[in-house]
């Protein structure tokens, strides 16, 4: 048990659908992370919330869209995607940012495996 | 710009034998340094990290490794492997008062009794 649930583990999904991610942490930590992870390819930073403010925000195209209504949930809205999009997206939490804890690691979720039809 | 490199997409060891697992980095300013660990059909796993003092530092599962700022590597060792150590594994760079951590691509290893 890592403290960070992601729901669902699978999701398989048409282009036209919209679907949303969850990731809860139970960590009492300040900063969460979307990461895609794609086979043979480095994880893919997608987005950083610290304090429930978003302080990046990788290029990611906008069918992609975070919600974070809270240090402990992190969303990532989905509509209109690829079939390049199916890949293993990943959740993580750490205790905070531009602080002196910011050296502290990151907890990861076991991940959504997404499937685009 | 930070960045992180991990040459070997595979590395194979016997059972027992001792293991390394390459990794080497780019940052500005002073490094925070990170191996993970990923089994199958799980998230990452942390196993330890460098911040600052004693080069070389001990984590989890046996792990250690060794900063070497001269040749910017942060090489994962362990003195005898076990088949249960298949994994994929991944370094990853953080810039000392940053916020973003960088991820090489990773590395499986694989363990033969």
């Known amino acids: 048990e890592t403290g960070v649930t992601q729901t669902p583990r699978h999701l398989v999904m048409g282009m036209t659908n919209k679907k949303s991610l969850k990731c809860e942490q139970h960590l009492g930590h300040n900063a969460m992370y979307w990461y895609k992870q794609s086979a043979k390819k480095p994880l893919e930073l997608m987005f950083v919330y610290s304090l429930e403010e978003r302080v990046e925000n990788n290029s990611v195209p906008s069918r992609f869209s975070p919600e974070c209504p809270n240090s402990s949930h992190l969303f990532l809205h989905l509509h209109t995607l690829q079939p390049e999009d199916s890949a293993l997206y990943l959740c993580?939490?750490?205790?905070?940012?531009?602080?002196?804890?910011?050296?502290?690691?990151?907890?990861f979720g076991d991940g959504t495996r997404l499937s685009i039809l | 710009a930070q960045s992180v490199a991990q040459p070997e997409d595979q590395v194979n060891v016997a059972e027992g034998n001792p293991l390394t697992v390459k990794c080497t980095y780019s940052?500005?300013?002073?490094?925070?340094l990170f191996w993970y660990v990923q089994y199958p059909n799980r998230g990452l796993q942390f196993l330890l990290k460098y911040i600052t003092g004693d080069n070389l530092v001990k984590g989890s599962y046996g792990f250690e490794a060794e900063f070497n700022k001269s040749q910017t590597s942060f090489h994962l060792k362990k003195p005898s492997a076990l088949v249960s150590d298949s994994a994929l594994y991944f370094c990853?760079?953080?810039?000392?008062?940053?916020?973003?951590?960088?991820f090489g691509a990773g590395t499986r290893l694989f363990v033969k009794a």
């Open positions: 993580a939490s750490s205790q905070a940012l531009g602080t002196a804890l910011s050296n502290q690691p990151q907890h």
């Open positions: 990853a760079v953080m810039r000392g008062g940053g916020f973003k951590t960088i």
């Open positions: 940052v500005s300013g002073n490094p925070y």
